[in-house]
């Protein structure tokens, strides 16, 4: 059963647009989200991360926002490039469990010219 | 720089042979993990190891097994290889408590 549901399966975007990514979850014994980036042919890297008592984090053109009565959190990617154009994986660690991760499915964006 | 390597790029294996993927990190993490991406069900956790000779089974370990036998390598082990394990096989390590894990280049498991 999937523990992080993510959505959309793929995104496409303009040049300059803004890219949004949702993730929802049931489970609360979660202590920290954080969204990974993977490039074709690379392994996922992580790109930036919040936990459940703050309701945005931002950093640059990457934003989470965090809505933890509604156990939902997004990604938001302002100004789009064509170097964003990658899959995107949300995630949430298991409190007390050191650095196991449930993932969501995945989100390919493209960002077009 | 941190690095976590994987023996193969890509590896094909006939149905019913013994196959080892393995992984190395230089990093002195206590955490390793093998996940399987497919396309539509995103990484799925098979195993992870939280010390030297410890682990766990994650999501999907049917049909696996691993070793660790040194804290900078972990090993995945597919007893008997199906044609449903045809997959990209993803390696990760994290330091103990960090929800960072940093991932290796994977490997492109063909079963035929």
């Known amino acids: 059963q999937q523990q992080v549901k993510q959505s959309p399966q793929s995104l496409i975007v303009q040049k300059g647009g803004i890219s949004i990514i949702n993730c929802a979850y049931e489970n609360t014994a979660f202590d920290y989200f954080p969204w990974y980036q993977q490039f074709p042919g690379k392994g996922p890297a992580l790109l930036i991360a919040i936990r459940p008592d703050v309701s945005e984090k931002k950093e640059g053109r990457f934003t989470i926002s965090f809505n933890k009565s509604a156990k939902q959190f997004s990604l938001h990617i302002m100004d789009s490039q064509p170097g964003d154009s990658a899959t995107y994986f949300c995630?949430?660690?298991?409190?007390?469990?050191?650095?196991?991760?449930?993932f969501g499915t995945g989100t390919r964006l493209q960002v077009t010219l | 720089d941190v690095k976590v390597t994987q023996s193969s790029r890509y590896l094909v294996k006939r149905t019913g042979e013994k196959v080892f993927l393995e992984c190395v990190q230089d990093m002195d993490h206590e955490n390793m993990f093998w996940y399987r991406q497919d396309p539509g069900l995103g990484l799925r956790l098979i195993y992870f190891s939280y010390d030297v000779k410890m682990k766990e089974k994650g999501d999907i370990p049917e049909g696996y097994s691993v070793s660790r036998e040194k804290k900078e390598r972990f090993s995945l082990i597919l007893e008997s290889a199906s044609t449903n394990q045809t997959s990209m096989y993803l390696c990760a390590s994290a330091a103990g408590g960090s929800y960072e894990q940093y991932f290796g280049p994977g490997t492109r498991l063909t079963v035929t």
């Open positions: 995630a949430a660690r298991y409190t007390g469990t050191a650095s196991k991760l449930t």
